[in-house]
C-alpha cells in the first residue's frame, strides 16, 4: 500500500537551502524509491497552524516501510543536518 509524506516548512535561508539540503534529499529519497508529487511555496494557512507563506512537498513511496527505511537510515541523518537553522520543517506519514 502507497504511503506519502506530507511536509511543510518555513525557510529561513532559501539560497542555503535550494543550494545545499533541497538536491541532497531528492538524490537520496529518489534512490530510496520515493517520487515527488508536489513542490510548492506560498502556501496559505485556510485553517489550523502550519507556516504562513511556507512551502509544501509530498513525496510518494511504495510504502510505509520504504518510506522508513529512508526515514531512518545514516545517509538521511547527514543529509537532515544540511536544514539546521535554515528551516522549519513539519513531517507526516500518511499511508493510502
Given at each position: 500500500?502507497?504511503?506519502?509524506?506530507?511536509?511543510?516548512?518555513?525557510?529561513h535561508?532559501?539560497?542555503?537551502?535550494?543550494?545545499?539540503y533541497?538536491?541532497?534529499?531528492?538524490?537520496?529519497?529518489?534512490?530510496?524509491?520515493?517520487?515527488?508529487?508536489?513542490?510548492?511555496?506560498?502556501?496559505?494557512?485556510?485553517?489550523?497552524?502550519?507556516?504562513?507563506?511556507?512551502?509544501?512537498?509530498?513525496?510518494?513511496?511504495?510504502?510505509a516501510?520504504?518510506?522508513?527505511?529512508?526515514?531512518?537510515?545514516?545517509?538521511?541523518?547527514?543529509?537532515?543536518?544540511?536544514?539546521?537553522?535554515?528551516?522549519?520543517?513539519?513531517?507526516?506519514?500518511?499511508?493510502?
Open positions: 500500500m502507497p504511503a506519502w509524506f506530507v511536509i511543510t516548512t518555513k525557510v535561508d532559501r539560497e542555503a537551502f535550494t543550494r545545499l533541497s538536491p541532497a534529499v531528492a538524490e537520496l529519497a529518489q534512490r530510496h524509491g520515493a517520487r515527488y508529487l508536489l513542490r510548492g511555496r506560498q502556501g496559505r494557512i485556510l485553517e489550523g497552524e502550519g507556516y504562513e507563506g511556507g512551502g509544501a512537498v509530498i513525496m510518494e513511496w511504495p510504502d516501510e520504504m518510506a522508513m527505511t529512508f526515514w531512518n537510515s545514516p545517509e538521511y541523518a547527514d543529509v537532515k543536518k544540511l536544514r539546521e537553522g535554515i528551516a522549519d520543517v513539519s513531517v507526516m506519514l500518511v499511508e493510502g
